[in-house]
């Protein structure tokens, strides 16, 4: 049994409410649900984080490394084009993980084309909505199994 940790930046918990035209109408719990029932079918844990500060999400990351996660899907959010603290934490732990974003970054304002994260990716899915985080996931498990 693998572990598997979906971690989750700033302002994703208001996901539902903010701006449904480009991050949709599911909520960060439908999604959490959804890929739990999924890892727990495919035989692995599945712990999700949601953190609107950078310190919580990089513990996160070190305690991950810790506890042996085999895997890690991370949505960095905002993050995404700014901190180069979770990006040295990322490394630092050295866990694989697979970048999402709901909304395609590439087509948005020219500041969140940017991904501190994209380049030591496995993989980066953008622009899918929640199914984006079922993809992940699966690719995760692909990758686990291999």
């Not at 989750?8 to 439908?30: A, C, H, K, Q």
């Not at 953008?126 to 699966?138: D, F, I, M, P, V």
Request: hydrophobic share 40%; charged share 15%; no cysteine.
């Amino acid at each position: 049994m693998a572990s598997i940790l979906v971690l989750n930046g700033p302002n994703l918990n208001l996901l539902g409410t903010r701006e449904p035209e480009i991050y949709g109408s599911d909520t960060l719990d439908s999604i959490h649900t959804k890929l739990n029932s999924i890892a727990n079918e495919a035989g692995h844990s599945l712990r999700f984080v949601q953190s609107n500060a950078e310190h919580e999400l990089i513990t996160e990351l070190h305690k991950a490394s810790e506890e042996g996660v085999s895997i890690l899907i991370f949505n960095p959010a905002a993050f995404t084009h700014t901190s180069v603290a979770l990006r040295d934490a990322i490394l630092g732990t050295a866990i694989p993980f697979i970048e999402v974003h709901l909304s395609n970054i590439y087509t948005r304002e020219e500041f969140r084309q940017h991904s501190f994260f994209s380049d030591i990716a496995i993989g980066v899915i953008s622009g899918l909505g929640a199914q984006g985080y079922e993809l992940a996931l699966q690719a995760a498990l692909t990758q686990i199994n291999e």
